[in-house]
């Protein structure tokens, strides 16, 4: 079964916290929900990114775009495993994500920042 969407109205966390409800208006002018539990959730959130980026390149015939958030702010924290650090990127909307990162990679990804670019970026404003 498919269904269209023509507007997303609400989104919810379940008072038990596993789950999440999104509420939205079908192609019909019906409202109704769906329920994700966490795992799907999760899942869903990981498959996210990369579609949004498929579509774009689909829609512009252009396979070197992606679909990019403006960072507003970061954070860095220490994990409860000390092999590990956390790194929290936030855009000023309200979405962020949290990386786990060994400390290999931390030194690996500032050494990235600091480095010039090996290739000037093709800027493209849409």
Sequence with gaps: M???TLELTTCEVASDGCAISLGFVDGKGEPATIRLSINQ???LVMTLPGLI???LQARFGDQ???YAYPLDSWLIE???DPSQGMMTLKTSDGFSVCFSIPRAQQ???GEAL?????TPARVRAN
């Design 78 to 80: 220490q994990s409860t």
């Design 53 to 55: 980026s498929k579509a």
């Design 41 to 43: 959730v999760g899942a």
């Design 114 to 118: 600091v480095a010039q670019p090996a």
């Design 107 to 109: 030194s690996q990804l």
């Design 64 to 66: 070197t775009l992606r």
């Design 2 to 4: 498919q269904i269209e």
